[in-house]
């Protein structure tokens, strides 16, 4: 028996998903139960789970059978190239995950964190103060800034000034509809209208992959550093395979991270009490950003390809089939998270874990930077709690959503700063 979900015709069904995305999840789930069918336009019908369990059943297809690359591969594949650890499935993949987790492993990304608190510093510096901002947009400059300087290991200021202008543009013009959703047998006819959308896109990406060479073709010559290039070139990837993975780092890591930032602002500005014990509270905030990650997950999916049928909850899913859970359904499931709208960091105090836990997805293809992306987290929250009073200037909670792959604040957290007087010793 296939899982149930609803009849409308999959252009509405997309519609609604992209007007409300977190309202359908619940709607489907009130309505269907925990395993239901989604059909988008041009795409196999997705099957999303509403709990830990069943999630893991999906994940545990890592071991074969499922492919979370080929999930991704369509979209992705101009932006990232074909030598990606987010696009690739298999011995390949396995390959490329091998040489992406030691320089991202929590001890590794620790000799970050002078430098993380130092960028955040010195961006902060520059932040408005006495009038209302989009506090996602500084988040980002940010995390883009924590790439350029930590993963790529960019040090000259003229490189660093060009990647910054650029970068953005890359991942703006790579995430649009016209780009990610073209058919791949179109690519080459766009590719000759010099005006295309998609000839834009591989002018960038062309001035991109130009720094990029440039700067592995370099490095191969120098001694090493602590960065993460430095360390993908020691594993003996090519030098197309390395450009790759500094691209996928980029695309996975950049706005992901900055939204966790900015949800967490969203949330801490509307909690009061919980704010009033930041930042110096270090256990308390690491609980803080667990259930900030917990009630409004960045990414809202983790979805395999099926190339086997699989049992799930009673129904059998076909193969070609997607199948994933939906993660603010499993983190809302309030047999494990009792009273799961409540803010409550301490769910995830005294080290208390849950499966259920999966903002960073599961299984083998567990998100490769959780560790990077957690220690930014904190270091940034705390650089900016030290510096500055943020209020939201519309005490109202922001909604949810759509921002490519991400649940974003509707108004990307608003806030105003003022100084604090005196300021706060680190
Ligand atoms: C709050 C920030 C972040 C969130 C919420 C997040 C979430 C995720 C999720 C849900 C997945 C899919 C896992 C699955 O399919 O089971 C993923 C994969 C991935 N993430 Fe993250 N991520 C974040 C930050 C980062 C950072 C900072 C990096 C690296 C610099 C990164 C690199 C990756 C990569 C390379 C993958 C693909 C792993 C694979 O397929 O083997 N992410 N992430």
Same mark, same amino acid.
């Given at each position: ?41 041009? @795409? ?61 492993? #929590? ?38 800034? /924590? ?62 992959? #130009? ?22 070139? #020691? ?11 500094? /691209? ?68 059998? /899913? ?24 409540? @803010? ?15 903002? @960073? ?19 940034? /929250? ?45």
């Amino acid at each position: 028996m296939l899982p149930p979900g609803p009849r409308l015709p999959s252009p509405l069904q997309l519609a609604w998903f992209a007007r409300d995305p977190a309202g359908l999840f619940e709607s489907c789930h009130r309505r269907y139960g925990p395993v239901f069918t989604m059909r988008y336009p041009g @795409f196999p019908p997705e099957v999303y789970v509403a709990t830990a369990e069943l999630a893991e059943q999906v994940y545990r297809t890592d071991a074969g059978g499922g492919n979370a690359g080929e999930a991704r591969r369509d979209f992705l594949e101009p932006l990232v190239g074909a030598h990606s650890v987010l696009t690739l499935d298999g011995d390949d993949w396995a390959k490329h995950r091998k040489a992406l987790t030691p320089p991202l492993r #929590a001890r590794q990304v620790a000799g970050y964190h002078d430098e993380i608190a130092a960028i955040a510093a010195e961006k902060i510096a520059t932040w408005p103060l006495g009038e209302p901002f989009t506090l996602r947009d500084r988040m980002q400059e940010i995390t883009l800034e /924590i790439i350029i300087r930590l993963v790529f290991g960019i040090r000259d200021a003229g490189r660093i000034g060009r990647l910054r202008a650029l970068l953005p543009r890359l991942i703006e013009a790579g995430g649009s509809m016209s780009v990610a959703m073209l058919p791949p047998r179109l690519r080459e006819p766009m590719a000759r209208l010099p005006f295309s959308p998609y000839a834009r896109f591989l002018r960038v990406r062309a001035a991109v992959d #130009a720094i990029l060479f440039e700067e592995i073709a370099r490095r191969r010559k120098e001694p090493e550093g602590t960065d993460v290039l430095s360390r993908l070139l #020691a594993t003996g990837l090519g030098d197309q395979e390395v450009r790759d993975e500094l /691209i996928t780092l980029l695309i996975a890591g950049h706005e992901t991270t900055a939204t966790g930032l900015a949800w967490a602002f969203e949330r801490l500005l509307r909690l009061p009490d919980v704010l009033r014990r930041l930042p110096d509270d270090e256990p308390y905030l690491d609980a803080v950003i667990k259930e900030v990650l917990r009630v409004r997950p960045v990414v809202y999916e983790a979805p395999r390809v099926l190339d086997a049928p699989l049992r799930l909850g009673g129904y059998e /899913i076909p193969a070609g089939w997607y199948a994933g859970p939906s993660i603010p359904l499993v983190h809302h499931d309030a047999a494990v998270f009792p009273s799961p709208e409540e @803010f409550r960091p301490e769910r995830f105090l005294d080290g208390q874990q849950s499966r259920a836990w999966m903002p @960073f997805g599961g299984g083998r293809r567990f998100c490769v930077g959780a560790q990077l992306a957690l220690l930014e987290m904190r270091v940034i /929250i705390r650089e900016v709690l030290r510096r500055l009073e943020l209020t939201a200037p519309d005490p109202a909670p922001e909604a949810r959503r759509l921002a490519n792959v991400t649940f974003a604040p509707a108004r990307l957290t608003r806030v105003t700063a003022r100084a604090h007087y005196p300021a706060r010793t680190p």
